[in-house]
């Protein structure tokens, strides 16, 4: 998919990177997979990742860093394989990024915070959501904090 919006790049915020962990430690903190989405900006395969389907009321987070990225009640069904929302909880949780990688323009979705990457943000698919966007991230860079904890 192909973003042809420049506006999501506008909306970076201006917040500075408050973790200050080394590449080395993060290896240490956290699983081979996690590492490699997180920090290397890989993606997990569509309909494998622990919350693409998940209907659980709660707030996800970052899961290298624990901040709050997203909440459930913003969560949809794409069709797509990975969890997609329409909104972050506020647009200074994550931060935008042009990917021209894998021969088309797209927008990264990184956690603002500690900079670790979520996935990517589409504009203008049609999901009628309210607003016209699919937050579309890898389980393996959230973790779900259930309502009833």
Known sequence: MCMSNESLNDRTPSGENTSARTEVQWQEILTPEEFHVLRQAGTERPFTGEYWDTTTEGVYSCRA???ELFASTTKFDAGCGWPSFYAP???DRVRYITD???GMKR???RCAN???HMGHV???EGF???TDLRFCMNSLSL???SASE
């Open 65 to 67: 860093c624990g901040a």
């Open 89 to 91: 909880l506020a647009e």
């Open 100 to 102: 021209e990688s894998m």
């Open 107 to 109: 927008v990264e979705v």
């Open 114 to 116: 500690c900079d670790s």
């Open 122 to 124: 589409f504009e203008g």
């Open 128 to 130: 009628g959501t309210p």
């Open 143 to 145: 973790s779900l904090r």
